[in-house]
């Protein structure tokens, strides 16, 4: 017998609420209340998809014990786990043939360098690029990231394998294990472009953006046509 407990409807849930603010009408609060059933249906399908990631058989064993260059020098990716039994690779767009990095990567990463320490507490987390190494650090510096682990994928050939075979500029999630004495892969983003609604740009669920995450909570939403740039002339 499952000893799953039943869940209350949404709607039941919802309206439980209780929450009133000043001068609201009754058609803020019913539509509201309805946007509210709507959001815990949305959480609940989260925590699902959430226990089906990570219910996924086990990947594929690496090849190989793929070499990078680090602040401290050469690297094996075994050694980035750094103790930890997962690792979780981003690969940022910004290979040598950029004079900048990409904005969007930029912007996310920026965000994750506040929660990089955190992130370790659970599982390792860093950052791969084709540039060298100490372009990446400069960037770094400039930046003021803190926390980030950042590498250089010299040869290219991780980012062939689980990025893109033809080698391209582009941006890749990747988390890996290592339990057993085995490395494997264990999940890669995989929505882009041939996986897009119309009208939307590629997009990630749930967004690994908190800038569209809070973006997506206000009246003006994320925009059809607005996207983070490096830097902002100030006023």
């Not at 946007?35 to 990947?59: C, D, F, M, S, Y």
């Not at 940022?92 to 507490?121: H, I, N």
Request: aromatic share 10%; net charge negative; charged share 30%.
């Amino acid at each position: 017998m499952s000893t799953q407990q039943a869940l209350k409807s949404a709607n039941e849930l919802a309206q439980k609420n209780g929450v009133r603010f000043p001068n609201e009408s009754g058609d803020y609060r019913r539509a509201r209340d309805a946007l509210l059933a709507e959001e815990i249906e949305l959480r609940r399908h989260i925590e699902k998809v959430a226990l089906q990631r990570r219910e996924l058989p086990p990947g594929g064993v690496l090849p190989k014990d793929y070499a990078f260059e680090g602040e401290d020098g050469p690297v094996r990716l075994s050694e980035l786990f750094a103790g930890k039994q997962t690792l979780a690779v981003y690969s940022y767009m910004f290979g040598p043939q950029r004079k900048q990095p990409c904005p969007m990567c930029t912007s996310l990463l920026s965000a994750w360098d506040g929660e990089a320490e955190d992130v370790a507490q659970r599982i390792a987390l860093v950052v791969v690029a084709r540039s060298p190494i100490a372009r990446l650090l400069a960037f770094k510096k400039e930046r003021g990231w803190r926390h980030l682990r950042l590498y250089s994928d010299t040869s290219g050939d991780y980012t062939r394998d689980y990025v893109s075979a033809d080698d391209a500029d582009e941006p890749a999630f990747n988390v890996f294990t290592r339990r057993d004495g085995s490395m494997r892969h264990f999940w890669s983003g995989e929505m882009g472009m041939s996986t897009a609604d119309p009208g939307q740009d590629p997009r990630g669920a749930p967004d690994l953006m908190p800038l569209w995450t809070i973006l997506d909570s206000t009246p003006e939403g994320r925009g059809g046509d607005w996207y983070p740039e490096l830097s902002y002339s100030k006023p």
